[in-house]
């Protein structure tokens, strides 16, 4: 999942995942959370803005792959659909599983559609699909299927359970770790991840599952800006 950082001149500067890769056009995702996003939806069409990148790891596609399953909970829908768009072009079937907590919370199921992707749903409250938690539609989609590499992006518990889910039936995976990212480009540390101390701005942000289920941090802690550890259980 490369990722993009964008810069506003004495607001800040922030990472985001690529959503589309059209060659001669570059798209991104950007929810309205925050200071950043809320200037940067202030901006219109021929306003500048910094951008430098892409850094870090993306999704592959191993030759010989003939079925795969994308698991995006959210926002981490938005890199997904560009794998899947890939994927498509070479002929992969893809099995899509799209979660989020509410159905206005859905990414690009248009997108998928055109695709010829009718996506697996759920959704918190029920509004669209099943209620419930994508992983739970996950798990039986690897129990009924045979996947040649399950691929997840979105909160790391939600990526923990799809990870452990494809190990435990002997499939390779590749999983997108998010940690709070400075430099963005390997020197100041803050994204690395125990046990390793692997940059997730450099070796990351995407990994083998493999990889993944040897850190201790996996799916228990995040780190905040200070670099202080917080289990998710927290929250």
Same mark, same amino acid.
Request: aromatic share 8%; proline share 4%.
């Given at each position: 999942?490369? %990722?993009?950082?964008?810069? @506003?001149?004495?607001?800040?500067?922030?990472?985001?995942?690529?959503?589309?890769? /059209?060659?001669?056009?570059?798209?991104?995702?950007?929810?309205?959370?925050? +200071?950043?996003?809320? *200037?940067?939806?202030?901006?219109?069409?021929? #306003?500048?803005?910094?951008?430098?990148?892409?850094?870090?790891?993306?999704?592959?596609?191993?030759?010989?792959?003939? +079925? !795969?399953?994308?698991?995006?909970?959210?926002?981490?829908?938005?890199?997904?659909?560009?794998?899947?768009? %890939?994927? !498509?072009? +070479?002929? @992969?079937?893809?099995?899509?599983?799209?979660?989020?907590?509410?159905?206005? &919370?859905?990414?690009?199921?248009?997108?998928?559609?055109?695709? #010829? !992707?009718?996506?697996?749903?759920?959704?918190?409250?029920?509004?669209?699909?099943?209620?419930?938690?994508?992983?739970?539609?996950?798990?039986?989609?690897?129990?009924?299927?045979?996947?040649?590499?399950?691929?997840?992006?979105?909160?790391?518990?939600?990526? &923990? *359970?799809?990870?452990?889910?494809?190990?435990?039936?002997?499939?390779?995976? %590749?999983?997108?770790? /998010?940690?709070?990212? *400075? $430099?963005?480009?390997? @020197?100041?540390?803050?994204?690395?991840?125990?046990?390793?101390?692997?940059?997730? $701005?450099? /070796?990351?942000?995407?990994?083998?599952?493999?990889?993944? +289920?040897? &850190?201790?941090?996996?799916?228990?802690?995040?780190?905040?800006?200070?670099?202080?550890?917080?289990?998710?259980?927290?929250?």
């Amino acid at each position: 999942m490369l %990722q993009n950082r964008n810069w @506003i001149p004495r607001v800040d500067e922030k990472p985001f995942s690529i959503a589309y890769d /059209e060659h001669s056009r570059l798209g991104l995702s950007v929810a309205k959370v925050g +200071r950043f996003t809320e *200037k940067l939806f202030e901006y219109n069409k021929g #306003d500048l803005v910094g951008i430098r990148g892409p850094y870090g790891s993306t999704f592959t596609l191993p030759d010989g792959v003939k +079925r !795969i399953l994308l698991v995006g909970g959210g926002y981490g829908v938005a890199p997904l659909a560009t794998l899947a768009s %890939q994927a !498509i072009v +070479r002929g @992969i079937t893809v099995d899509f599983c799209n979660g989020a907590r509410t159905k206005s &919370q859905l990414l690009f199921m248009d997108r998928l559609k055109a695709l #010829d !992707i009718s996506p697996h749903v759920a959704t918190d409250d029920g509004s669209e699909g099943r209620k419930g938690f994508i992983t739970d539609v996950a798990k039986e989609l690897l129990e009924t299927n045979s996947y040649d590499c399950a691929y997840t992006c979105g909160p790391e518990l939600m990526e &923990q *359970k799809v990870v452990d889910a494809a190990a435990g039936k002997g499939t390779a995976s %590749q999983v997108s770790i /998010e940690r709070y990212m *400075k $430099c963005g480009f390997g @020197i100041c540390g803050a994204c690395c991840i125990d046990d390793s101390g692997k940059r997730m $701005c450099t /070796e990351g942000p995407v990994v083998s599952g493999e990889f993944a +289920r040897t &850190q201790s941090e996996f799916g228990r802690f995040h780190r905040v800006a200070s670099g202080h550890k917080v289990p998710f259980n927290a929250h």
